[in-house]
C-alpha cells in the first residue's frame, strides 16, 4: 500500500508531469512539510486536496519546489542588442529562421525570445527548440506559470499582452507556448541538431570544465550555419572565438564564420 507522500507523488506527477521522485527525498518531503505547515495542512493527502481547489496554492508550491534562479530578459541590454541589431541582420536573409534555446531550464529564455521574436514576425510562425536535461524544469516551463520576481525585466507591453496575473503568479499565454518545444537534451553526450540561425546558451557554460566547454563550443559551432549567432551569458565570453570557427559580433555574441 502506498504511503501518503508516495500518493502525493503519483497525484503532481499527474497533475503537473512533475515527478518528485527525481528529487532527493528526505530533502524535498523537509522543504514540503515545512510548506504545508506553514499553510495549516496535517498531511500530503489534505495538502493535495487543497491545491486541487486552489491554484494559488499550487502555484506557491511549484515554486517552492523547483529553485528558480532564472528570469525573462536577463541581462536586458544584451536582449535589447538582439533585438535592435542581431535579428535585423538574421531575418534579412531569411524570414523563416532556426532557433534553439540550449539548456533552457524552466523555460523563462525561450519564451522571452518568443515574445521578442513577436515583433517581427507571427507568433503562429515561429517554432523554437528548448531543450535541458532535467525533466522536472521541462515540466514547469511547459506549464508557464512564474512568480513576479521573474518578470522584474519584462517590457510592459509584453506583460499586458503576453500574462495573465493570479495571486501573484503569472501564467504565460497559449499562443507563446504554443511557439516553444520543449524536448530532454544532454549537451555533452547528445548529438546536436543543425543549421541553427540563432542558438542560445546562457548561464550554463560556467558550470562546466574547460574541456567540457572545449567540447560544447566545437558542437554549437557546428550546429550553426553560416552567420549564425551564439548567444552566451554575461560570464561566459570566448576568448578565442576563431578557434572554433567564430568571430565576435557584440559582447557575448559570437558569429559562425
Given at each position: ?18 515527478n ?93 525570445v ?41 517590457p510592459e ?14 501564467s ?26 540563432l ?38 565570453q ?20
Amino acid at each position: 500500500m502506498l504511503g501518503d507522500y508516495e500518493k502525493f507523488i503519483l497525484n503532481i506527477n499527474k497533475k503537473t508531469g512533475i515527478n518528485l521522485a527525481l528529487y532527493k527525498e528526505a530533502q524535498m518531503k523537509r522543504r514540503l512539510i515545512s510548506l504545508y505547515e506553514k499553510k495549516g495542512y496535517k498531511n500530503f493527502q489534505d495538502f493535495y486536496q487543497a491545491m486541487e481547489q486552489d491554484a494559488g496554492l499550487l502555484n506557491e508550491f511549484l515554486d517552492r519546489m523547483t529553485i528558480n534562479v532564472s528570469e525573462f530578459y536577463r541581462n536586458s541590454r544584451r536582449w535589447e542588442v538582439l533585438e535592435k541589431q542581431i535579428m535585423p541582420k538574421l531575418l534579412q536573409k531569411n524570414q523563416r529562421i532556426k532557433i534553439w534555446s540550449a539548456a533552457c531550464s524552466t523555460g523563462e529564455e525561450p519564451y522571452t525570445v518568443a515574445m521578442m521574436m513577436s515583433n517581427f514576425i507571427p507568433l503562429s510562425q515561429l517554432r523554437i527548440l528548448a531543450t535541458d536535461i532535467d525533466e522536472n524544469v521541462l515540466a514547469k516551463a511547459r506549464l508557464g506559470i512564474y512568480p513576479e520576481r521573474s518578470l522584474n525585466e519584462v517590457p510592459e507591453v509584453f506583460k499586458k499582452k503576453y500574462f495573465t496575473e493570479e495571486n501573484g503568479y503569472y501564467s504565460i499565454s497559449p499562443e507563446v507556448k504554443k511557439s516553444v518545444v520543449f524536448k530532454k537534451q544532454n549537451l555533452l553526450d547528445e548529438p546536436f541538431g543543425s543549421a541553427y540561425d540563432l542558438i542560445v546558451c546562457r548561464n550554463v557554460l560556467i558550470y562546466f570544465t574547460e574541456q567540457a566547454k572545449d567540447i560544447l563550443y566545437a558542437k554549437f559551432s557546428a550546429a550553426l550555419k553560416p552567420g549564425g549567432i551564439f548567444f552566451v551569458g554575461s560570464t561566459e565570453q570566448i576568448f578565442n572565438p576563431g578557434k572554433y570557427g567564430f568571430e565576435t559580433e557584440d559582447t557575448f555574441f559570437y558569429r559562425k564564420k
